[in-house]
């Protein structure tokens, strides 16, 4: 029983230190010292090891943005971390960036080590999934997928995402050839059958080939809006006529 009382007072003074560093404030910490006030030795002993038992258990900080008094600050997570005998800082090796996977790259300094926490943007499961399944059935009008891919879309959110992030190529090739570009698609498709690969570049085509923009472009014409959605060689009548009449 001595040597459980002993474990609890080392076990509930380490939480409270490393509250009190995160927080100094000391909300957190009265918080705590309120949920272990409640338990006796034995519920103690349970938590604890019901705790180390599941992997996604933590101690949680509760801290509230607009209050800066409770605002987690990265020097007190120094502080914290200290508590714990904790190193932040870390040789983080990288052997996929190296020639030799037997002698891995290892960054020149350490480097700050810890869990990024990643929000998903779309559902993972394939059957709540907006991405195309396949494109063996398309629209005429607008080049997008039907039958069962017809939900498969590419939203402004993940648009905004790849832009924010210099994603230029994937963005293009998303938007385009993947699209509803098919003139590019088959540019593509004969690309890798021929040489087993394909660059964007060698792909490209003009605007006159995105089906997406064109009809936008032409109900905007309908209603007297004139937009420099596709070039200007759009309203070129003989060109167009000529897009349209290729086989």
């Given amino acids: 029983m001595a ?7 080392q076990i509930e003074s380490l939480v409270y230190r490393t509250m009190n ?3 100094p404030s000391g909300s957190n910490t009265e918080k705590y010292k309120a949920m272990f006030s409640k338990m006796n030795d034995a519920a103690f002993s349970k938590w604890v090891t019901q705790f180390l038992a599941d992997p996604k258990a933590n ?12 605002t987690l600050k990265y020097e007190n997570v120094e502080k914290a971390a200290k508590q714990m005998n904790l190193d932040l800082y870390e040789y983080v090796y990288m ?9 891995p790259v290892r960054t020149r300094t350490p480097v700050l080590v810890g869990y990024l926490n990643i ?4 559902q993972l ?33 993940e648009n905004e995402i790849l832009i924010g ?17 098919m003139v590019e698609y088959e540019n593509m498709l004969e690309a890798i059958s ?47 006529r000529a897009q349209f009449t290729e086989d």
């Fill in 95 to 103: 052997p996929h960036v190296s020639s030799n996977p037997n002698r």
């Fill in 59 to 70: 101690i949680r900080l509760d801290i509230e943005e607009f209050d800066k008094s409770k």
């Fill in 165 to 181: 992030l210099g994603a230029d190529n994937v963005l293009s090739e998303v938007c385009g050839v993947r699209g509803d570009n």
């Fill in 194 to 240: 021929e040489t087993g690969s394909c660059s964007l570049k060698d792909i490209k085509t003009n605007s006159l080939d995105k089906p997406t923009l064109l009809k936008t472009d032409l109900f905007l014409k309908a209603m007297g809006i004139k937009t420099d959605i596709v070039s200007e060689a759009y309203y070129n009548t003989g060109l167009l």
């Fill in 119 to 122: 929000k998903t943007v779309q």
């Fill in 3 to 9: 040597d459980i009382k002993s474990k609890r007072l």
């Fill in 125 to 157: 499961q394939t059957k709540k999934s907006t991405g195309v399944i396949n494109d063996l059935d398309r629209d005429d009008l607008t080049g997008i997928a039907k039958g069962e891919s017809k939900g498969g879309t590419f939203s402004g959110i």
């Fill in 21 to 23: 560093a995160l927080d």
